[in-house]
């Protein structure tokens, strides 16, 4: 499934022209690679062919999520969501484009990434820059308050550095992007949500926390 949304605890699939009610809108959520440069301990991905996101066929090619696009129902579409079942910035080329192509051809939609905001590292490069433009929010997961504790969580394949690098990305997003948010779950307790707090105030970042869901 690479456009769905969510409707009634389950998945609708947005790549072709599903008959909806007429006035009702929805987030659509793009889902174009099931890679990831972590492994995270609550990571959905565990479940691979068990979950309908899993990308059973492989990633799609950029034609075909353009495609999607075209055969959806954008009538019923609110914001666009770029999530992935995984971590969209492992396909960066690609997802650049697409950003391109939804600003030209949808305009008016408003566009949010959900990011573990590690692609400086895994590119060797100041990614930031590249969504100038192209995104109105970008939503990074902070997780934990501290280098080890976000990496015993995410098992991140940049090893301890990864943290650092996840906040120095964030404050970079500020340069380029009206709204900048990182996250965390309300289940992690108090005293780490204070202290993510902390972390947020001397990095100048908006905190965001979300319920959890488990699915
Ligand atoms: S960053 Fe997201 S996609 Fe990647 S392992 Fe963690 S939860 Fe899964």
Redesign the pocket.
Known sequence: MILYTLHNNGYIDFSEKVKLFPKEKFNMYVNFTNR?N???T??L?HLKNDHKLWLKDGEPSLEEIKQAFLNAPMENVADIVICGF??PTMRLDDLVKLLTFIHQTYPKFKVRMNT?GLSDLEYGKKTAMLFKGLLNTISI?LNESTSEKYLEV?RSRFGIKSYKAMLDFAVDCKNYIPNVVVTIVDIIGEDEINACKKVCEEYSLNLRIRRYEAN
């Open positions: 990831c972590c492994n995270c609550f990571c991905r995984g971590e573990n997961s995410t």
